[in-house]
């Protein structure tokens, strides 16, 4: 059973292009969340999503940054026109429902570094 | 607003017992977990807490109490290989399944 997955595990990009994070979640898990981690931080909420759906967007940036779990295939955070300070580890996490919720399984994230 | 405080580092020798303490501030309090990252890479589940007492797994227990807002965890028998960064979270029940992690503590051990 395959753990949570995120690619790239490295992205870079020049300021002002747009970067593309990919998370598939484990099996039969139906709930993802993105968290942003800067070094010797803790990890910050972003947004919260389960199939087609947006439960709660509220650490998300309200410009540039979108995320959507589509019925088929992974869930994408994207991030338009990217600044230096946009460079992070994103972390991608998904549960089962229910008292699934207590435990998250966490992907190996994806650095980004924007130049 | 939600808001947690750890020890930013803690140093330990193997094999003895260290106590990583999370005080936390929620509105919505639901429960209380902790996850170990080593090196920026994948945090890991280690443990939750919905109810006052002690958990126990392996090595590793878990305190939660309610009324003092407040949780530990508690590493026996230190190996090498538990230097890594320790973070409580908390789930608040107006916030969905979503967790508010603290800053973490980096453990060393020391031989």
């Known amino acids: 059973n395959a753990g949570v997955m995120q690619n790239p595990r490295h992205l870079v990009r020049r300021r002002g292009q747009e970067a593309r994070l990919r998370c598939s979640p484990m099996?039969?898990?139906?709930?993802v969340y993105w968290y942003r981690q800067l070094p010797e931080e803790g990890l910050k909420f972003m947004v919260y999503l389960q199939k087609e759906n947006i439960i709660d967007e509220s650490g998300m940036p309200k410009e540039r940054f979108s995320a959507e779990f589509p019925k088929e295939g992974p869930s994408i955070l994207r991030i338009q026109q990217v600044v230096r300070g946009d460079s992070a580890a994103y972390f991608c996490?998904?549960?089962?429902?229910?008292?699934?919720?207590?435990?998250?399984?966490f992907g190996p994230g994806t650095r980004l570094t924007v130049l | 607003g939600q808001s947690l405080e750890q020890p930013s580092e803690v140093t330990a020798v193997e094999g003895a017992i260290v106590q990583i303490n999370c005080t936390y501030q929620t509105s919505g309090f639901y429960g209380l977990s902790w996850y170990q990252q080593h090196d920026g890479g994948a945090p890991t589940f280690l443990s939750y807490n919905a109810l006052d007492g002690l958990e126990e797994t392996g090595r590793f227990s878990s305190f939660l109490s309610r009324s003092d807002s407040y949780g530990y965890l508690l590493l026996q028998e230190l190996q090498m290989k538990d230097s890594a960064s320790y973070f409580c979270a908390v789930r608040d029940y107006n916030q969905g399944g979503k967790l508010i992690f603290g800053q973490g503590t980096e453990l060393s051990v020391k031989p």
């Open positions: 996490a998904s549960s089962r429902p229910g008292t699934g919720l207590n435990e998250q399984f």
């Open positions: 099996k039969g898990h139906s709930h």
